[in-house]
């Protein structure tokens, strides 16, 4: 049964060396320049923790949205707090690779369905700075998604889905999917900033600043599914991430 739990944060800003928060040796800095995202339609910098009045943890919009992220459980999992991808802020840690087939600690952020966060037609782009080892990759390792591979409205998602740790963004709206894999490895414990990007025309993903792209329309995307960060879900099958993530993002570009 998951759970919505509150999350134990450090005691001071990120869990600092020393402390394993979601796998191996301490982060390196950025490998790109931090990007400005005081724009975005919403951002969770993980800066910030507050209580809800069900004595829940949450990570609210750092713009000021509205919006906040829970934390969502199974099997004992958890989510951690550590040093974020800048070297000075906090980012977010997910559960270590389990190797049994069933019962393994699950967790994700899930942010609640809400039409600000629809795209609909208009161009858009998500992304979110991570941190992954090279023993941490699996073939499906979800960084940030909206709705299922079946689900109405459509779907965008970027998740590591390679054991070589190379990123990919699939947008689908109705049975138009456009899906374009990123020919750069992040899986070799430091930080990078990954992007999916659509636009009229295509998608396209870019890894501290190597771009690749593949071409193809993509109608409206609108969603009745919350944002999860983390995993798509916690059953059994899906791709959960078991690095860190930071500076999680949403930009949807103003209507002509």
Not at 44 to 66: I, M
Not at 215 to 233: F, L, N, Q
Request: with cysteine; aromatic share 6%; proline share 6%.
């Amino acid at each position: 049964m998951a759970a919505v739990v509150a999350l134990l944060a450090c005691t001071t800003s990120g869990c600092g060396p020393g402390d394993d928060g979601g796998g191996g040796a301490d982060p390196a800095p950025t490998t790109a320049p931090t990007s400005d995202l005081s724009d975005a339609t919403m951002w969770l910098s993980f800066e910030e923790q507050r209580l809800t009045f069900r004595g829940e943890t949450e990570f609210p919009d750092a713009v000021g949205g509205g919006f906040a992220a829970l934390v969502v459980t199974a099997n004992d999992g958890t989510v951690e707090v550590v040093a974020g991808a800048d070297g000075r802020g906090d980012a977010v840690a997910f559960p270590e690779k389990c190797e049994p087939t069933t019962g393994c600690p699950r967790a994700m952020l899930e942010v609640p369905p809400d039409p600000a966060l629809d795209a609909g037609t208009a161009d858009f782009e998500f992304g979110a700075a991570v941190w992954v080892a090279p023993d941490q990759t699996t073939t499906g390792s979800n960084i940030v998604q909206r709705g299922r591979f079946d689900t109405e409205g459509g779907l965008w998602k970027l998740q590591v889905d390679s054991l070589e740790g190379r990123p990919s963004c699939v947008v689908r709206s109705g049975d138009d999917q456009v899906l374009v894999r990123s020919a750069v490895s992040v899986a070799d414990s430091a930080w990078h900033r990954v992007v999916c990007r659509r636009d009229g025309s295509g998608v396209e993903i870019e890894v501290d600043g190597v771009v690749d792209r593949e071409d193809g329309e993509t109608g409206s995307v609108d969603s009745e599914w919350p944002i999860r960060i983390g995993s798509p879900g916690l059953g059994e099958q899906d791709d959960q991430f078991h690095g860190r993530i930071d500076d999680v993002y949403l930009r949807i570009a103003p209507s002509a």
